[in-house]
T-cell receptor
């Protein structure tokens, strides 16, 4: 299985801050990397596919990048509704695997 | 818009079979792939498996010996059976649409709200 390691596991930030979350994979997955946002008690919400392609309706303050084994999710100016847990997921091969999550908290 | 809704027993006894159904509304089950993902309380997401609209399946090897997925196109539903459950199977179970975008990008673009399954005697 492809192992997914996210860092940091938690992050405190303020509204308006720029934050970056990192996802590292145990083998080269090209750009087959997705990102999801999960608010407490809710289902995950799809944000980004193919490392950097934004889903329709997702605010442009979200951006993704990277290839191979190292990927990032950046939120350029945090809004209140962005405080949530973020997960990366590889779609390169089955079994599909997710990162352990990064909890973004209000400072 | 397309919506997914999980339904299940809530409580299952150890060694028994967990059965869940996902009902699709506002759209068709045909021409898509569908998946199950679970999340133990306070933990991350685990992929259980995928089923196509013609019934072909792909399961997580860690669960393959206990999992069966099926679908009923006449009811616009797909289902999950997990046999011989233990307390380790306690989790929120999500159904999701497993979308393929050319050339070969897959992602879960739609999710159900999830249903909590507790395994306990």
């Amino acid at each position: 299985d492809i192992q997914m390691t996210q860092s940091p596991s938690s992050l405190s930030a303020s509204v308006g801050d720029r934050v970056t979350i990192t996802c590292r994979t145990s083998q080269n997955i090209s750009i087959y990397l997705n990102w999801y946002q999960q608010r407490p008690g809710k289902a995950p919400k799809f944000l980004i596919y193919a490392s950097s392609s934004l889903e329709s309706g997702v605010p442009s303050r979200f951006s993704g990048g990277g290839s191979g084994t190292d990927f990032t999710l950046t939120i350029s100016s945090l809004q209140v509704e962005d405080f949530a847990t973020y997960y990366c997921q590889q779609s390169y091969t089955t079994p599909l695997t997710f990162g352990g999550g990064t909890m973004l908290e209000i400072k | 818009q397309v919506q997914l809704q999980e339904s299940g027993p809530g409580l299952v006894k150890p060694s028994e079979t967990l059965s869940l159904t996902c009902t699709i509304s506002g759209g068709s089950i045909n021409s898509y792939f569908w998946g199950w993902i679970r999340q133990p309380a306070g933990k991350g997401l685990e992929w259980i498996g995928r089923i196509s609209s013609i019934g072909s399946t792909n399961y997580n090897p860690s669960l393959r010996s206990r999992v069966t997925m099926s679908l009923d196109t006449s009811k616009n539903q797909f289902s999950l059976n997990l046999r011989s459950v233990t307390v380790a199977d306690t989790a929120v179970y999500y159904c999701a649409r497993d979308l393929k975008r050319l050339p070969n990008y897959w992602y879960f673009d739609l999710w159900g709200r999830g249903t909590l399954i507790t395994v306990s005697s």
